[in-house]
């Protein structure tokens, strides 16, 4: 079997979209050194896009934030944005991404440089990951989610933008721990755990837990 299973004009992606194996480990990196040092490799670019949400869910989880990845037509979960062109510069990338994917309003959303939260680099894949975290209030998250359904690539690259469920039902693993359990690309599985984490939105051990409870419900499957 070819080990390029993605016709068409994909195909000269394919190798970097293949699910991530324990050898193809992420490493931090700074902005600078990848921008430098490594500005050879190929680099990609994506965005949280997140609010505050201090409402109660079921009358009884809060929902701590509102968090927005999306469904990809690959049928992995990710967070918007993508490929950096030859030449591009990386902010410009992530915005031309975003209008493309979710149809955001760059006149009032544009992701800037403040808004760059980490790089990792894959020496695996000769590739560095570049992430944004943007936070705006709930009214214009609602907005944001709105216009997604308009974007130029929703219906083919993106299936639809979606909330991370941040709470964790009775059961241990309903909730934000099965949420987990979904197939990610690239590092993003990583990144959400990191933006949690460092954005304050959960604790360690709140986290552990949840993680404890996703290895409950893959092994029930
Ligand atoms: O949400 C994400 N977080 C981290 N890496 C991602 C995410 N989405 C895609 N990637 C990785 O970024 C690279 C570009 O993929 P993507 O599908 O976003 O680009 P494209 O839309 O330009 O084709 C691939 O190596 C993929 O594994």
Not at 81 to 100: F, K, P, S, T, Y
Not at 209 to 218: A, H, Q, S
Request: hydrophobic share 40%; proline share 4%; with cysteine.
């Amino acid at each position: 079997m070819s080990t390029n299973d993605w016709p068409g004009i994909l195909g000269d992606f394919e190798h970097l979209g293949r699910p991530d194996q324990p050898s193809h480990q992420y490493k931090e990196e700074s902005y600078e050194h990848c921008t430098t040092a490594l500005e050879s490799y190929h680099h990609a670019a994506h965005a949280l896009i997140y609010a505050d949400d201090d409402s109660i869910k079921f009358k009884f989880y809060p929902a701590r934030a509102a968090i927005m990845m999306q469904m990809r037509c690959d049928g992995y979960v990710g967070f918007p944005g993508g490929m950096v062109d030859d030449g591009e510069n990386i902010e410009a990338a992530v915005n031309r991404e975003l209008r493309e994917e979710i149809g955001l309003n760059l006149k009032k959303y544009e992701i800037t440089k403040e808004d760059h939260f980490m790089s990792q680099v894959s020496e695996f894949k000769k590739l560095c990951l570049h992430f944004y975290v943007k936070k705006v209030t709930l009214e214009e998250f609602f907005e944001i989610e709105m216009d997604c359904l308009r974007a130029p690539d929703h219906g083919t690259e993106v299936m639809g933008a979606l909330r991370v469920p941040l709470y964790t039902m009775g059961d241990g693993m309903r909730g934000l721990p099965v949420f987990l359990a979904n197939q990610f690309i690239g590092n993003a599985r990583q990144q959400l755990i990191t933006a949690l984490l460092k954005l304050g939105i959960m604790t360690e051990d709140e986290v552990i837990k949840v993680l404890k409870g996703t290895e409950m419900f893959k092994s029930s499957l």
